[in-house]
């Protein structure tokens, strides 16, 4: 549905964002995820036509357009309101702004408010909302115009937890229905919320694609036990002597052991918790966490870019 092409910011001497290209497909939800700084914002604004680009283009259905901003919803990360209107009248207003008659917009403010959860907080004063409630609203005044594109900047960072899972949940709805782009830099809320990822850092994007697929190409053999007693070091010193373990770490109550053989240390490791009667209540083959892949990839991006 939308491309980028090479896409670049620069300001001076800093290049910001650097030759970044991908394709987002219609219905469907991505996360562009990356550290603070990574880019993700410029990003997010030069598609939303607020800021133009050093070089690039942007495409929308195979043409490129100058200004593609009636067919884009855009909440940044830190939205803005006439605190001293309702929350009818403030997506009434944007509406108006967005060329939609006053029927309309009327009409599409109603449907909004009850679709984001706010359909008895209409009447009431932006002012007296709630973090979570002026995030729901902001989610809103994006949609007012039917985009085919909606982007959310930072969407949940900066909500309590009862705002963040209201925002969450929304999103899984919307996500049904239009093409959703959101910016994250908190690892949970990406897995949870998206289907595909665009792992963004220091400018450029390293990594694409659903998070299985990523998962398999960074895939390491590793697996994760949990023992049934807080002391676990006899068991990590049995773990030690097994010829197929590379290394050991400890994650809170997790053991995450790192072998060469993903099948005959699965065998081994069984073996000897069934010979020795370890009170294992958690084991777990192959699977790597979203911070893992991350770590992993921003690794080996900053190793690419040294050589």
Request: charge should be neutral; include cysteine; proline fraction near 3%.
């Given at each position: 549905?939308i491309?980028?092409n090479?896409?670049?910011?620069?300001?001076g001497?800093?290049?910001v964002v650097?030759?970044?290209?991908?394709?987002?497909?219609?219905?469907?939800c991505?996360?562009l995820?990356?550290?603070?700084g990574?880019?993700k914002?410029?990003?997010?604004?030069?598609?939303a036509?607020?800021?133009?680009?050093?070089?690039?283009s942007?495409?929308?259905?195979?043409r490129?357009?100058?200004?593609?901003r009636q067919?884009?919803?855009y909440?940044?990360q830190?939205?803005?309101?006439?605190?001293?209107?309702t929350g009818?009248?403030?997506l009434v207003?944007?509406g108006?702004?967005?060329?939609?008659?006053?029927?309309t917009?009327?009409?599409?403010?109603?449907?909004?408010?009850v679709?984001?959860g706010?359909?008895?907080?209409?009447?009431k004063?932006?002012?007296?909302?709630?973090?979570?409630m002026?995030q729901?609203?902001?989610?809103?005044?994006?949609?007012?115009?039917?985009?085919?594109?909606?982007?959310?900047?930072?969407p949940?960072?900066?909500?309590?937890?009862i705002g963040r899972?209201?925002?969450?949940?929304l999103?899984?709805?919307?996500?049904?229905?239009?093409?959703?782009?959101?910016?994250?830099?908190?690892?949970n809320?990406?897995e949870?919320?998206?289907?595909?990822l665009l792992l963004m850092?220091?400018?450029?994007?390293?990594?694409?694609?659903?998070?299985?697929?990523?998962?398999?190409?960074?895939?390491?053999?590793?697996?994760?036990v949990?023992f049934?007693?807080?002391?676990?070091?006899?068991y990590l010193?049995?773990?030690?002597?097994l010829?197929?373990?590379?290394?050991?770490e400890?994650k809170?109550?997790?053991?995450h052991?790192?072998?060469?053989?993903?099948?005959?240390?699965?065998?081994?490791?069984?073996?000897?918790?069934?010979?020795?009667?370890?009170p294992?209540?958690?084991f777990?083959?192959?699977?790597?966490?979203?911070?893992?892949?991350?770590m992993?990839?921003?690794?080996?991006?900053?190793?690419?870019?040294r050589?």
């Amino acid at each position: 549905m939308i491309q980028t092409n090479e896409l670049t910011k620069t300001f001076g001497r800093d290049t910001v964002v650097n030759a970044v290209s991908f394709e987002l497909k219609p219905e469907t939800c991505v996360a562009l995820l990356g550290p603070n700084g990574a880019g993700k914002t410029t990003t997010l604004r030069m598609m939303a036509g607020l800021i133009h680009p050093t070089s690039g283009s942007i495409h929308l259905a195979g043409r490129t357009h100058k200004d593609i901003r009636q067919l884009i919803g855009y909440l940044p990360q830190h939205p803005q309101f006439h605190t001293w209107m309702t929350g009818k009248e403030f997506l009434v207003y944007v509406g108006r702004l967005a060329n939609l008659t006053k029927s309309t917009a009327n009409d599409r403010a109603d449907q909004l408010l009850v679709r984001v959860g706010l359909g008895e907080a209409g009447s009431k004063r932006i002012g007296k909302y709630s973090g979570g409630m002026k995030q729901r609203l902001g989610i809103a005044q994006a949609m007012i115009h039917q985009p085919k594109l909606l982007m959310l900047d930072e969407p949940v960072s900066a909500l309590d937890p009862i705002g963040r899972r209201d925002v969450l949940n929304l999103m899984e709805e919307l996500k049904q229905e239009t093409t959703l782009l959101f910016s994250t830099h908190i690892l949970n809320d990406a897995e949870e919320a998206s289907d595909h990822l665009l792992l963004m850092n220091d400018g450029h994007i390293i990594e694409s694609g659903s998070f299985e697929e990523v998962r398999r190409r960074h895939a390491i053999n590793k697996i994760v036990v949990r023992f049934d007693e807080s002391d676990s070091q006899s068991y990590l010193e049995s773990l030690r002597s097994l010829t197929c373990v590379n290394r050991l770490e400890t994650k809170k109550e997790e053991v995450h052991v790192y072998v060469d053989d993903l099948a005959g240390a699965r065998q081994a490791i069984i073996d000897i918790a069934a010979k020795h009667h370890w009170p294992l209540v958690h084991f777990e083959v192959g699977k790597m966490s979203l911070e893992e892949l991350f770590m992993k990839v921003v690794d080996q991006h900053a190793v690419a870019d040294r050589i």
